[in-house]
């Protein structure tokens, strides 16, 4: 039995001794065989130096080194990809993702009722009030247009069982937005709450900007509710023209004057509610074509009393 924490590290050089210490220090009294699974996501400070080192000094840390920055998505792919345990966690390198938390994980996962154990914020303190309001926004609009369940304050930081783990590996879309991964391939997950936790050293890597295209991504690759709404704009554009139309039609028939201008506002409104609905239906074409081509599994089998099916297809 053997416990893998994948780590991405972006310019940790400051952070990664205190990471290592606190999680050696939990993960030894936890008595478990474990490794460290460190992966330098092309950082330009001593990071990789950092990790040598470690590497030379203890068995249980290896690293993989990118030969550019690809981002903490492809870190933690690369992560799942590579590990070799049989229960994984993500966890940050700045301790915010606290390793104490991990022997309780542990042990809700051995009772055998739940596939993984996820971390969620309770509290947003030490971070800009706007962020957190954007934060909690989207959390909201995710959840209520796609079919990733994704709870408000969610973190990667989550201790899973190895049939998760395959079953990531196996969602091999180039955008990844692990959050809605996370949820999309289901199992039973349990949800513990937690305080927030400043960053013990260095800086964080995301800007204001970051974190709102990586929100968009996460939208566009989870729901295509944003393909849609031409056709619901399109729709009463429609209805709403063709009936002031027939009512100028209705109303010239029994001789009442009209306004000159009604007939060429219900025509233009009529034809830009036509082709808005046209764009509507070319977006269904279109979502469909980007679920073929993201190539996800069909089905994910998480039991069964069979062990020669085929788990994910
Ligand atoms: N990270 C990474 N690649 C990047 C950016 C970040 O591997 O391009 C890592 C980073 O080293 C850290 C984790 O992802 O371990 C979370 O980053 P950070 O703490 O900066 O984000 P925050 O916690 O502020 O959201
Ligand atoms: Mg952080």
């Known amino acids: 039995m053997m416990i893998s924490i994948i780590v991405p590290c972006y310019n940790e050089e400051s952070a990664l001794p205190f990471f290592y210490e606190e999680a050696t220090k939990v993960l030894t ?3 478990r065989d474990y490794e460290l699974l460190f992966v330098d996501d092309g950082s330009k400070d001593a990071t990789l130096q950092v990790l040598r080192d470690l590497a030379e000094k203890d068995p249980h840390v290896t690293y993989l080194s990118f030969s550019r920055n690809f981002g903490k998505e492809s870190a933690m792919y690369a992560g799942f990809c590579n590990v070799r345990g049989d229960y994984v966690a993500v966890m940050d390198a700045d301790l915010q993702d606290p390793p104490s938390m991990l022997p309780q994980m542990l042990e809700l996962l051995e009772s055998g009722e739940y596939d993984t154990v996820a971390t969620r914020r309770v509290s947003r303190k030490g971070e800009p009030p706007i962020r957190s ?3 909690r926004m989207f959390y909201k609009l995710i959840n209520k247009i796609s ?4 709870q408000d304050g969610a973190r990667d930081f989550r201790l899973m069982k190895r ?3 395959d079953t990531i590996a196996e969602m091999t879309e180039y955008n990844r937005f692990s959050k809605g991964i996370f949820g999309w391939v289901g199992f039973r997950t349990l949800w513990l709450p937690y305080e927030n936790i400043e960053r013990v050293a260095g800086e964080t890597k995301w800007s204001f900007w970051n974190l709102f295209s990586y929100a968009i991504e996460g939208i566009i690759n989870f729901s295509h509710v944003p393909l849609r709404i031409a056709m619901w704009l399109g729709l009463p554009l429609t209805a709403g023209a ?6 100028c039609l209705l109303l010239l028939a029994f001789g009442t004057p009209i306004a000159s201008w009604a007939w060429p506002v219900c025509v233009s409104v009529l034809m830009g509610g036509i082709q808005l609905v046209c764009l509507g239906i070319m ?3 279109i979502a469909k074509t980007y679920q073929e081509a993201q190539k996800r599994p069909h ?3 998480a039991r069964s009393n069979r062990d020669d099916i085929k788990k994910v297809r």
């Open 283 to 285: 977006g269904s074409y």
């Open 147 to 150: 079919d990733a369940d994704i």
């Open 299 to 301: 089905y994910i089998v």
């Open 242 to 247: 063709s009936v002031a139309l027939i009512v």
């Open 163 to 165: 049939n998760m783990v």
């Open 133 to 135: 309001w954007f934060a």
């Open 29 to 31: 009294e936890m008595g």
